[in-house]
């Protein structure tokens, strides 16, 4: 009988073995915890909340779209300057100051540095008036002539060994009383708003 349950013992020991071990398996491994369909369940149905809905301010829009067209576009380009047109009485004694002015400097310096006080004011006043402009051309071309007929006739009486200068010289001093004369003619002429021509002077600048 002893050998007998010891042959049983031995027989039954090895099938319960590995169903301890599978038993202790079955307890090592945890199952996953069960969705909570609750808490889901209530975030899907809350409202939205409210700076999602609520649209922003209009000037806020605006704003917006102006920075984004401000840093897409380029700025715009200048305008060119135009001058202030003058007035018609003004331009008149402007012009009338420009052949008086140079007349009277023509008397004092012979003609010689008469010419800068045309050009100056024409340069300054010439795109505001086309009254100024056009005296103010006549007057530079007429002291230009003094200046470059008083050069040649001291040239050509040089040439003329020096005896020359007796001839060249009084028909420039002619001339330069002739500019003086005139100049103060033409004042008149552009205070009454006319565009008078001077009449024997080479037109330099047109």
Do not use: C
Not at 141 to 158: D, E, F, K, R, Y
């Amino acid at each position: 009988m002893n050998d007998t349950d010891r042959t049983e013992g031995a027989e039954t020991t090895p099938d319960a073995a590995p169903q301890d071990a599978a038993g202790t398996q079955a307890e090592g491994v945890s199952q996953p915890p069960a969705l909570e369909a609750g808490p889901t369940a209530s975030s899907s149905s809350e409202a939205p909340s409210a700076d999602s809905t609520i649209p922003p301010y209009a000037g806020q829009q605006q704003t917006g779209q102006q920075t984004g067209q401000q840093y897409g576009q380029q700025p715009p380009a200048q305008q060119p300057y135009t001058p202030q047109r003058m007035l018609e009485s003004e331009a008149r004694n402007w012009s009338m100051l420009i052949h008086i002015i140079a007349g009277g400097a023509a008397l004092l310096s012979a003609g010689t540095v008469s010419w800068l006080v045309p050009l100056v004011l024409w340069l300054i006043f010439k795109d505001r008036s086309a009254l100024i402009d056009h005296h103010g051309k006549q007057q530079l071309n007429l002291q230009l002539t003094v200046l470059i007929s008083g050069v040649a006739a001291v040239v050509l009486g040089l040439l003329m060994l020096v005896v020359g200068l007796a001839i060249t010289l009084p028909l420039w001093g002619i001339y330069v009383l002739y500019s003086i004369v005139i100049s103060f003619v033409a004042g008149v002429k552009a205070n009454n708003g006319e565009y008078y021509k001077i009449p024997l002077m080479i037109p330099f600048v047109r």
